[in-house]
């Protein structure tokens, strides 16, 4: 709900024009240009999913196996605790799933509020393969899961049952961008055949009411790609991925021309206008990455802690992201 904006701390922001947002862009125009094949993650745990899917890649895997194989590890270490096993529950104390996946034919599939099970991305490729649907939800997800031979879990784990038992003192919903914002494993890949992939997990944000769903399954939003053009994925709060169509406008902006850079630009700097006037500004942080048909890829966000993770023949490590405000 839009309200009236509180002046201290926010009249310098809100006064900013586009103009003045991309200025505070870095200056630097140098094409990030590598040979393939390329695998991009969001965050620090974008790493380890670059390292599962580097091999695979480099001995002529696909892009569709590579995303699905990298962000799985993630899924699966209870160490992160806003993917997978071990994420962050609702308010209910409830730890539901979302995911999404994406070829290079545009093959899609996607589940959302998943619960029980360890792995969506996998049940999300189900989805896309097995049947005539993209995106199942619920019990009818879960269902659909163990008809096809996943197993049943407990993904609270003690660490986050005791993180959610201490939100419980006060309940109050006041996510920390970068912390509780950054709940989300994407990642695209560019193989040796020139072919493109992508996919996207989370278990949404922390202490989130029961039901709700962000932009992580939502092909379009959290995830997109044009197997002529290029791809791009989403992390942050989802409600304003999703107002924008965010990653579409990545793939539609770069099939217009412009570097996944720029087109990272514009599309954020869409998502502040918009939510320049809302009282609740102090709480967003949204971020992109982007790789094109060329292997030139970007990462950029709103404001400054978002950071990516980047393989490719030539380099390997951790970039902090280039931001808005």
């Not at 999404?100 to 029980?116: E, F, P, R, T």
């Not at 944000?205 to 039901?211: I, L, P, R, S």
């Not at 990653?247 to 320049?276: D, F, H, W």
């Not at 942080?285 to 980047?310: D, R």
């Amino acid at each position: 709900m839009i309200k009236r904006r509180k002046f201290i701390g926010q009249a310098a922001v809100g006064a900013m024009s586009l103009s003045a947002l991309q200025a505070c862009a870095s200056q630097s125009k140098e094409p990030k240009r590598v040979a393939k094949p390329v695998a991009i993650s969001t965050w620090g745990h974008g790493m380890m999913a670059n390292n599962e899917s580097w091999q695979f890649l480099k001995d002529g895997g696909s892009a569709l196996d590579a995303v699905e194989r990298g962000v799985r590890v993630v899924e699966s270490d209870p160490k992160v605790m806003t993917v997978g096993i071990g994420g962050f529950p609702d308010r209910e104390g409830k730890v539901t799933l979302d995911a999404c996946i994406m070829d290079k034919y545009s093959n899609c599939g996607s589940v959302a509020y998943l619960q029980d099970i360890v792995n969506p991305i996998s049940v999300a490729r189900k989805v896309m393969e097995e049947t005539p649907h993209i995106m199942l939800v619920g019990a009818g997800a879960k269902q659909f899961a163990l008809e096809q031979g996943f197993k049943e879990d407990n993904l609270l784990t003690p660490e986050a049952e005791k993180a959610y038992q201490n939100w419980l003192k006060e309940s109050q919903y006041q996510p920390v961008i970068n912390i509780e914002n950054h709940d989300t494993i994407s990642m695209l890949a560019l193989d040796q055949n020139g072919d493109l992939a992508g996919a996207c997990t989370t278990s949404g944000a922390a202490y989130k009411m029961n039901g709700r769903v962000g932009d992580s399954p939502i092909i379009g939003a959290g995830l997109f790609l044009d197997n002529e053009v290029g791809a791009a994925a989403a992390t942050g709060l989802g409600e304003a991925v999703i107002r924008t169509a965010g990653s579409a406008m990545v793939v539609e902006l770069m099939r217009q021309g412009k570097s996944p850079e720029e087109a990272c630009v514009e599309v954020t700097n869409r998502i502040y206008q918009l939510y320049k006037k809302r009282d609740d500004l102090d709480y967003l942080q949204v971020g992109f990455i982007a790789l094109n048909k060329q292997g030139e890829y970007a990462g950029y966000s709103l404001k400054e802690g978002f950071n990516y993770a980047i393989h490719h023949p030539e380099k390997q490590e951790l970039v902090d992201a280039r931001y808005s405000i």
